[in-house]
């Protein structure tokens, strides 16, 4: 009886150990989960607020914040060979594009920043030609590769930039490629409708750059999206 009793009693404490340690290995990984996301997200906030500067070098000089394609990019600088290559990452490649140019004072474009691997990249795998660079008037450095770079977020992803001045148009018309291959679609309407503060009617200044945050999913500033904007209550 002794025996069997000491035995049930080993046996529930063995229960009760593991319980205790899965218990323990839970609250470890919740927490670290925790720190990560904390750490990813400072990291996204501080990548917005560095373009933010630039952004505002860049606004000071042009007098409007950089275009949100690289049409209107080639409109404002006059460099008549700047085409549209294809509609994905249009945004973010034309903030990249002007923020790199030497013209008016630049480049606006944090060296640091494009410097970083992790943080710049092509997802779409797009380039621009040579030929467009050299006679370009965006005067880029002489070091330009062709590719068409995004800057990316801390998982991966590229921001989103729209200029407020193609919502109010109603002309945004961009598509995101995604990490996992996957291609989401920037609409004009849903610009319209989602960057709108919900009480006082106005869109950020100048421009809206966010990040899909890390569920990657695109909530246009809302959710776990992180912006260059304060974050709307509702
Ligand atoms: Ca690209
Ligand atoms: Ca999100």
Redesign the pocket.
């Known amino acids: 009886m002794a025996r069997r009793g000491s035995r049930g009693f080993t046996l529930i404490e063995l229960m009760i150990v593991i319980g205790i340690i899965l218990l323990l290995v839970g609250v470890l990984v919740v927490s670290f989960g925790g720190v990560f996301a904390k750490r990813d997200n400072a990291r996204a906030t501080a990548t917005i607020e560095t373009l933010k500067a630039n952004i505002a070098s860049f606004e000071s000089r042009w007098g409007q914040a950089p275009p949100g394609s690289l049409r209107e990019l080639g409109d404002l600088t006059r460099t008549l060979n700047l085409l549209e290559v294809n509609d ?2 249009r945004g973010n ?1 034309a903030l990249v594009l002007a923020l790199r140019s030497r013209r008016e004072g630049g480049p606006y474009l944090d060296q640091n920043l494009f410097g970083d691997a992790s943080r710049m990249g ?5 380039t621009f030609l040579a030929d467009a660079i050299a006679s370009s008037a965006l005067d880029l450095p002489d070091t330009a590769s062709t ?4 800057v990316l977020d801390p998982w991966g992803n590229p921001f989103i930039y729209v200029n407020i001045i193609d919502v109010r148009a109603g002309t945004v018309a961009d598509k995101i490629t995604l990490i996992d291959g996957s291609v989401i679609e920037i609409t004009a309407q849903d610009c319209q409708e989602k960057l709108r503060h919900p009480v006082t009617g106005d869109y950020p200044q100048g421009f809206a750059l966010w990040s899909v945050g890390e569920n990657g999913i695109n909530e246009y500033g809302r959710g776990d999206d992180i912006t260059s904007w304060p974050k709307y209550e509702s």
């Open positions: 994905t990452n490649e092509n997802l779409d795998n797009d590719d068409l770079f995004e």
